[in-house]
C-alpha cells in the first residue's frame, strides 16, 4: 500500500464505487462516473485514489473451474507436528510454492490450516495429495473434505 498524504476517510461515492467494482472489474470508467453520477475526470481520480490507498488490491479475471478442468473443489485440513513459529513459517514458506493451492488460512480450532484446492477429478488429487500435500513440512495429519456443492463461494465483501 502507498504512503499518502490524501485523507483515507470514504464517502458514499467512494463506497459505491467499490461495490461496483467488486460486481464488474471490467466496467470501465465512463460507465463507473454514469452509474456514481460524477464526471469522468472526478470518477478516474476517486478510482485511483482507491487502489493508491490499498482499498482495491487487484483486478483480475473470474476463470471457470469447469471450462479448465477443475471442477472439483477440495477443502484440506492441516495439522502440523509442532505449533512453534519455525514450524509454521516453513509450512507457509513451503505451501506458497505450489500452485494448486488457492487458498491457506492459520485458524483457530482443530487444525492448523485450512487449504482450498481445485483439481480435476479425485485421481488428481490423491497424487497431488500423496506426492505434496502430506510431504510438506511439519505435517502430521490432513483431513480432506470434498466439496459436493458450491453454494456461496468469493462472494464480494458486504459493506
Not at 514450524?87 to 482450498?116: M, Q, R, W
Not at 485421481?123 to 480432506?144: K, M, S, W, Y
Amino acid at each position: 500500500m502507498k504512503e499518502s498524504s490524501i485523507d483515507n476517510s470514504l464517502d458514499r461515492t467512494d463506497m459505491k464505487i467499490l461495490r461496483l467494482l467488486q460486481q464488474d472489474g471490467r466496467m470501465g470508467n465512463a460507465e463507473l462516473a454514469r452509474r456514481v453520477n460524477a464526471s469522468a475526470a472526478t470518477c478516474h481520480r476517486r478510482t485511483q485514489r482507491l487502489f493508491d490507498l490499498g482499498y482495491v488490491q487487484s483486478v483480475r479475471a473470474q476463470v471457470d473451474p469447469h471450462k479448465v478442468e477443475r471442477a472439483a473443489l477440495v477443502m484440506v485440513g492441516v495439522v502440523l507436528d509442532r505449533s512453534t513459529p519455525e514450524s509454521f513459517a516453513a509450512f507457509e514458506a513451503a505451501i506458497k510454492g505450489l500452485s494448486f493451492i488457492l487458498d491457506c488460512h492459520l485458524v483457530a480450532g482443530d487444525f492448523d490450516y485450512f487449504l482450498k484446492i481445485r483439481v480435476r477429478d479425485m485421481a488428481d488429487f490423491n497424487r497431488l495429495h500423496g506426492e505434496q500435500l502430506i510431504a510438506l513440512p511439519g505435517v502430521r495429519q490432513t483431513r480432506t473434505f470434498f466439496v459436493m456443492k458450491e453454494v456461496v463461494d468469493n462472494a464480494p465483501l458486504s459493506f
